[in-house]
């Protein structure tokens, strides 16, 4: 069974920037996908950057420009670098990865605990 560990988020000004991380708990075959999203209070929790096992991203309009998601395979993680941050961008934000476990298994989702973002003058 995969976990997904998240850190990196905290408190940061308006401008400021974080880098949160997501690590897999154990290594496994392969991965479809990873990405993170977010949740703001009073507000559907939404995608906010994803990447593909080839290097595809894409990414949120809110967020482009701004946020960089990027991952270190040997480790099993997934970064997301969060430059200029807005007010806006508070919220919970999760990691979710999209894993193989197995030779010739299926894909299964998983999602990490979720990591505070708090954007504040």
């Known amino acids: 069974q995969v976990q997904l560990v998240e850190s990196g988020g905290g408190l940061v000004q308006p401008g400021g920037s974080l880098r949160l991380s997501c690590a897999a708990s154990r290594s496994f075959f392969n991965f479809n996908a990873m990405g993170w999203y977010r949740q703001a209070p009073g507000k559907e929790r939404e995608l906010v950057a994803g990447i593909t096992s080839g290097g595809s991203t894409n990414y949120a309009d809110s967020v482009k420009g701004r946020f960089i998601i990027s991952r270190d395979n040997a480790n099993n993680t997934v970064y997301l670098q969060m430059n200029s941050l807005k007010v806006e961008d508070t919220a919970v934000y999760y990691c979710?990865?999209?894993?193989?476990?197995?030779?010739?298994?299926?894909?299964?989702?998983?999602w990490g605990q979720g990591t505070q973002v708090t954007v504040s003058s």
């Open positions: 979710k990865m999209k894993i193989r476990e197995l030779l010739s298994g299926p894909l299964h989702d998983y």
